[in-house]
Nanobody, 115 residues
């Protein structure tokens, strides 16, 4: 069955870094647009970044541009999110998303930025 398994979340101090990973199974990963979303308490889920299939073009939400980097390894069926210069407002549950015609979601991983 389809699975998206996120890992790499945790507690980090402001200014610190984390790298999230999402490993997929059950579908042809290389054909899918891959995205990271996040949802903070009391807020709607929002797109953080995505990376296209084949060409690897990337798009970032304005508040993370220059601090976060999305990448993918189709050989490993994995998408990554490198997060640098983290701020308290980056605190959220981060979700991996795969989209072509169908859409799949991971279970989420908590990122907390606090001193």
């Amino acid at each position: 069955q389809v699975q998206l398994v996120e890992s790499g979340g945790g507690l980090v101090q402001p200014g610190g870094s984390l790298k999230l990973s999402c490993t997929a199974s059950g579908f042809t990963f290389r054909n899918y647009l891959m995205s990271w979303y996040r949802q903070a308490p009391g807020k709607e889920r929002e797109l953080v970044a995505n990376i296209t299939q084949v060409t690897g073009f990337t798009h970032y939400q304005g508040s993370v541009k220059g601090r976060f980097t999305i990448s993918r390894d189709d050989a490993k069926n994995t998408v990554y999110l490198q997060m640098n210069s983290l701020k308290p407002e980056d605190t959220a549950v981060y979700y991996c998303n795969a989209h072509l015609i169908q859409e799949y979601w991971g279970q989420g991983t908590q990122v907390t930025v606090s001193s």
